[in-house]
Structure formats: C-alpha cells, structure tokens
C-alpha cells in the first residue's frame, strides 16, 4: 500500500501552521461536502480523504509523529502497529523514533492505509480503547423570500420549498427588508451524528403598486375631485390595513401632503406600535364636461379675475 501524502491532500507543504491547516480544511470540505455534491461518490471519497488528512494534521502530536514517519510507514508495520522502534537511513537520512499505534487509533471512516498504519483499537494495560468517529455539524444553507408589504406588517405563514421539500415558516409582524430569519436543524445534514446545520432565509419585501416605505413610514397618492379640493368634504381612504374617512379641508392645493398618525409600519421589535402614513392629494379635472358646467366654469373665472382686480 502506498504512502499517503496528506500534506498534498489538503495542498499544503510541511511548513504548514495550524491556522494554514484548518483554514485549507474548512475550504476543501465545503467544496467537497456530500450536501453540496449529491450522489458524487467522487466528492465522497475526497470529503473523507480531507477528514483523514485532517484527523491527522490537525493533532499536533499526530502530526509530530506522522512526520517524523514518513514513508517509512512499512518498517512500523513490521511490529505489528504497536510499539516499536527503528532505526535506518533513507536517502541519506537518518530516522529514529517510537511509535504507539494508540496514537493514531481509528475511527472507522478512514482508508485503508491509515487503518494499517495507525489500527483501529488499541489496547492499554489490558483494556480495550476505541476512538469515537469525530462528528461534523452540517452546513448552513441560505435561501430568499419574497412577501408582500401587507405580510411584513401582520405577519402570518408562508411556505417555502428546499430541495423539493415543502417548509413552513411562520412569519412575525413587523419584518423588515433584508432581515435573516433561521430555521434550526432545516440546513446540510451533518456527518457521524453531527448536529444538521440551519437554513438562513433572507427576507425581501416585494415593491407595492400603491404605498411607498421610508423606514417605519409609509408614503402614498389619494386622488380627489377638483369640487372638494375647492369646497372641502370627506373622502374615503384606503390605507395599508383600512378604509377612513378623512377630511379634506376647502381649498385644498394638489400635492398638499396630510399626516395620518399611527397607520404606517410596525417599529423595530415592536409589533405593537406604529409609523405614520403621510397621503398627498392629486387633484382630478374633471372630463367631458357638459355646455351648462362650462358656462359656469367661464363664470367663476371671470368672477375671479374681478376680484383680482
């Protein structure tokens, strides 16, 4: 069997630090995890192969004892993977040591060169020790969600699908745009018992045809007829949640803007209270009017040049 280099494994060199380690370790598992490569055996057999690389690697007196190995590994196995001792040159070099397989004892997931080389049991005084397999926590998996400005002020339930898993999230009141919401344990799968990572869903609130959102506030249009701009009067209102009856005072200007207090959006972590709406009236001229009305319309103009004067 031949040597494994795990160095090459996670495409390092010998002078590798433990941060360069774990760093290349996280990268290449990531890429190689089996959530991310479906039925790859490919990745699968990599994914285990960065694990042994790391398993051994990331101990520093695995890692002591791997180097000072080497491709050596064979004269250790002549002792049967227990304790021993050897002493010979290899191109030009001299290599001493004592070994215990009870260093490298197995975990079950790992090839065959690194079972041969370092055992799966140990055994210490008698006993028996088996090295538990190292968990791995699943990946964090990240999705989008669109709603609607109504469902960011009430809230309520959506459904969202997963690789082809249909999830429901229950939705807060008062959600704001870009705002991670975590479903626990609905990420990657984790490995040997790990723990499965969460799914990270990012919230986007769709554009409104009518309503306009600056922080907590909410902006919009209330078109009114050219007769109550003038004479004043109610008008019905439609605002984010409710119809109202609001009063237009007389002589009412287009774009004269009206606060409507409390009836925007829910405040940060407060579902209870909320921003204000301001309305601005658009005014309507009136179509196809009759010969009658725009006599009268000459009359009130001339009536106002007159007063003008």
Do not use: C
């Not at 990599?46 to 064979?74: H, M, P, S, T």
């Not at 959600?175 to 790990?194: A, D, H, I, P, Y």
């Not at 006599?295 to 001339?302: D, G, N």
Request: proline share 2%; no cysteine.
């Amino acid at each position: 069997m031949d040597y494994k280099d795990y160095y090459k494994v996670l495409g390092l060199d010998k002078k590798a630090k433990p941060e360069d380690i774990k760093k290349a370790f996280r990268k290449l598992a990531v890429k190689h995890h089996p959530d991310k490569n479906p039925g790859d055996k490919k990745a699968e057999e990599k994914f285990k192969e960065i694990n042994e690389a790391n398993e051994v690697l990331g101990d520093l007196e695995k890692r002591k004892k791997y180097d000072e190995l080497g491709e050596n590994w064979q004269d250790y196995q002549q002792y049967g993977g227990g304790a021993a001792s050897f002493n010979r040159r290899n191109k030009g070099q001299q290599f001493e040591g004592s070994f215990n397989a009870e260093d490298f004892a197995g975990t079950g997931q790992f090839s065959d060169f690194f079972e041969n080389l370092f055992g799966e049991t140990t055994r210490s005084s008698g006993r028996s020790r088996t090295r538990t397999k190292r968990t791995y926590r699943g990946e964090d998996q990240r999705a989008e969600m669109e709603i609607t400005l109504e469902e960011a002020l009430h809230g309520g339930s959506k459904q969202i699908l997963l690789n082809g898993e249909k999830l429901n999230l229950k939705l807060k009141p008062g959600l704001r745009e870009g705002q991670l919401l975590r479903m626990k344990g609905k990420g990657g799968s984790g490995m040997n018992t790990g723990e499965d990572g969460d799914l990270l869903v990012t919230i986007l609130i769709a554009e409104h045809p009518r309503f306009k959102r600056k922080e907590n506030d909410l902006y919009f249009d209330q078109e009114i007829s050219l007769y109550t701009a003038v004479l004043g009067g109610k008008v019905s209102v439609q605002t984010i949640d409710k119809v109202i009856q609001m009063n237009v005072p007389a002589g009412t200007d287009s774009n004269k803007t009206f606060r409507l207090k409390g009836m925007g959006m829910n405040l940060k972590d407060n579902a209870e209270t909320r921003g204000d709406a301001f309305v601005r009236m658009v005014i309507s001229v009136p179509k196809n009017i009759t010969e009658k009305e725009m006599e009268l319309f000459t009359q009130l103009a001339k009536l106002q040049e007159m007063n003008k004067g």
